[in-house]
């Protein structure tokens, strides 16, 4: 028991003068006596010309070191400066031959970080040029790095605590000559108390982030309770409540507030991380979510939960600064919203119950996204949705457009692209999409579904089918978007489609009526408007099996070239301003911007539409020549009697002019080229002539036998020889 006690005396006597040689060496020895020496040291070592202007001092309960008012510049400009540092070690830690930091305050940072035009930053200059570590230095510093990734090799961990960190008024300048951006990092402030390893402990961070370009200020203030355990693998963030305001020349006078709240765990070593409750808000939207996450690797799992609250997108834009989007219905964009579950296996993010909201239109489906490869899958299936609302207003006539002096046609400004190639090349796209109804440039469609396939710069719309207007269509696109030339190719069919109301939505045009059947096989090669139309080439074959021409009366225009023939007035006065037809084909052969035409038939009452002829598409021209070919009685008119003189003649109709102005007046009689009629009415009337003439030689030759047969023939074998002669001349 003896040699305990003495054993326990000698310890605290060690302890004792411990703590006797600290004293001395505090109240003793002076720190700044040795201001010279550091400051030359530093000027030797490196490039900075150090300033020890204030004072240095000790303490001993707890055991620290403080540093006041200390200046470093490189190239005569400042470099970093410090109002205060003071670094205490709980004394008693050390006597137990386990260090911990006391108290860490940093007070009055001030760092000042610029970047040359060509691209070095002034920190690069601290060391002399040629200056490396040395051997030992990189040694070491080698198996530092080798024991922190293997754990330590002692397999112990870290004993860390800290009594309190205090960061105040701190600022960081960043400037880089090269690109003119500016970053000033200001009033920053940092407190976090009682850290310790395995424990949570409170963290507040509070600071200001102006930026040059653009101009922007963020006002942020966070605070949190933080975990991690004494291995350093495990870490978790709870009670995060982070608020930010900012404000700038992008969002005006105003003043933009965002939140992040919630919490978020992870562990290293199982390589998971989970965000739970985990809220942001930026000015009126709001996202909320619950994930994990299990593995880092490029195949993580990600499952849980995400949704954003109904917005306005609108409200957002004019918060944010930005430009107003001008809609033909101002109430929309008003309504949107989303949410969603992830699931999925590893290296794959999936979508399901997935459900979007826009305005009145609610999307619902499902979607996977492929991590490594950046392939997307999506299958959506929307109710209805009005596209003409988000369309931009008609622009308002200003009065009559100005004619050009040059000759050449007035440009609405340069064209731009219409596919973004690169973009194209690297998609990887399988896609599905169902509307209920869609309601775009007036046309009402419904029952849409498409498929959209694109791979190694190859788009693929398949199955674009759809109802319209009692019909019906299916198209499939193509685009090769290899070369910088992209080809295109489109194929569709439409099905019984009236074409009435079709074009009264469409282009408000009232000029025909009927059923359309449609067949396309189109290709083109460009990537803008003019370069496709100029390039375009294919087959367009119609057909409308019962119709009319509505606002222009075919009919009165055969009976005014008739009228003519017969030397007589029309009297009918109400002939009305349709022409109803049977079966009218023909078709369309695609050359650049123009459509040409030769094989239009259609049968009309008593007659036969046949036509030939070119739309412009460019100029929206149209040259059209038209015949009426007289099959029959075409009307009660007596005028327009039908006889043989104009039987099969062609009453010709001519229609030229610009469709998109008034089409019923583009259609009218063709008097010259009623010369050429008049000819093949000529050529009947002499074939009548002539037919008339050899009828009428051959009765008075047949009359002439008839007597000579009767003169000579009497009895009943006479008889029977008149009646075989009668029969040979059919009568």
């Not at 109430?331 to 989303?338: Q, T, Y």
């Amino acid at each position: 028991m003896k040699a305990v006690r003495y054993i326990i005396f000698a310890i605290v006597g060690l302890i004792l003068l411990a703590i006797a040689a600290v004293a001395v060496a505090v109240f003793v020895i002076d720190p700044n006596a040795y201001k010279p020496q550091i400051e030359r040291v530093v000027e030797q070592k490196t490039n900075l010309d150090l300033d020890l202007s204030g004072d240095i001092g000790w303490s001993l309960f707890p055991l620290g070191l403080e540093l006041n008012d200390v200046e470093a510049t490189l190239d005569g400009e400042r470099f970093v400066a410090l109002r205060q540092l003071v670094a205490q070690v709980d004394f008693w830690s050390l006597i137990a031959m386990s260090p911990q930091v006391h108290t860490f305050v940093l007070d009055g940072l001030d760092a000042r970080l610029t970047v040359a035009e060509d691209g070095t930053g002034n920190w690069t200059r601290i060391l002399p040029e040629g200056v490396t570590p040395s051997a030992d230095e990189a040694a070491a510093e080698a198996a530092q790095e080798e024991a922190a990734a293997n754990g330590g090799d002692s397999g112990d961990v870290l004993a860390f605590a800290v009594e309190e960190i205090r960061v105040t008024d701190a600022s960081v300048q960043y400037e880089d000559m090269a690109t003119g951006q500016s970053v000033v990092l200001q009033d920053f402030s940092l407190l976090a108390s009682q850290i310790a390893l395995g424990s949570e402990f409170p963290l507040e961070v509070g600071f200001l982030v102006n930026t040059g370009q653009p101009e922007m200020s963020v006002n942020g203030d966070i605070s949190a309770r933080l975990t991690a355990n004494e291995a350093l693998t495990e870490f978790a963030v709870n009670g995060l409540d982070a608020k930010f305001g900012l404000s700038g020349e992008a969002f005006g006078d105003r003043t933009l507030q965002a939140r992040i709240t919630g919490g978020a765990a992870a562990n290293l070593e199982n390589e998971t991380a989970s965000l739970d409750d985990f809220r942001a808000t930026l000015a009126n939207l709001e996202l909320t979510t619950n994930l994990d996450v299990e593995g880092f690797s490029a195949q993580p799992k990600v499952t849980g939960d995400l949704a954003v609250a109904e917005f306005s997108l609108r409200e957002l834009m004019q918060t944010l600064g930005m430009d107003e989007v001008e809609t033909t219905d101002p109430e929309v964009l008003n309504r949107l919203s989303l949410s969603t579950k992830l699931t999925g296996p590893a290296g794959v993010a999936e979508l399901s119950d997935l459900t979007m909201v826009l305005d009145d239109t609610t999307f619902n489906g499902g979607a996977r996204y492929n991590i490594e490869s950046g392939a997307v899958a999506f299958q959506l299936k929307g109710d209805a949705l009005n596209a003409d609302r988000y369309l931009p207003p008609p622009a308002e006539e200003t009065g009559a457009t100005q004619p050009s002096t040059s000759g050449a046609p007035a440009s609405a400004g340069a064209e731009s692209d219409l596919l973004p190639l690169e973009t194209l090349r690297g998609l990887d796209l399988d896609i599905d999409l169902g509307l209920g109804e869609l309601i775009i440039s007036n046309l009402t469609i419904t029952d849409i579904n498409t498929s959209i396939d694109a791979s190694n710069g190859q788009v693929s719309l398949s199955d674009f089918s759809g109802k319209l207007y009692d019909g019906g269509f299916q198209s499939n696109v193509n685009i090769d978007a290899r070369s910088d030339d992209p080809s295109w190719r489109l194929r569709a069919q439409v099905s019984g489609v009236e074409t009435q109301p079709l074009l009264q939505d469409l282009a408000e045009m009232d000029m025909l009526a009927g059923a359309a059947n449609i067949n396309i096989d189109a290709s083109t090669q460009g990537n803008r408007i003019s370069v496709l139309r100029q390039n375009a080439d294919g087959t367009v074959n119609f057909n409308l099996a019962e119709g009319q021409f509505t606002r222009m009366n075919l009919t009165r225009m055969a009976c005014q070239g008739i009228a003519l023939v017969n030397q007589e007035q029309l009297t009918t006065t109400d002939w009305g301003q349709t022409t109803p037809f049977n079966d009218m084909k023909g078709t369309l052969q695609i050359n650049g911007n123009t459509l040409d035409n030769t094989d239009l038939v259609a049968a009309l009452a008593g007659m036969r539409l046949e036509g030939n002829g070119t739309v412009d598409m460019a100029a929206s021209e149209i040259d059209y020549e038209a015949g009426l070919r007289i099959v029959g009685e075409i009307h009660r008119d007596e005028a327009c009697r039908v006889t043989e003189y104009v039987e099969n003649v062609v009453i010709p109709v001519e229609c030229r002019g610009n469709f998109t102005e008034d089409p019923a007046g583009m259609c009218s009689f063709d008097g010259s080229r009623f010369r050429d009629t008049l000819k093949d009415i000529a050529a009947n009337a002499a074939r009548a002539k002539v037919q008339e003439e050899t009828e009428r030689a051959r009765e008075k030759a047949e009359e002439k036998v008839r007597e000579k047969i009767d003169e000579r023939l009497q009895g009943e074998d006479g008889e029977k020889v008149k009646d075989a002669i009668r029969g040979l001349f059919n009568r």
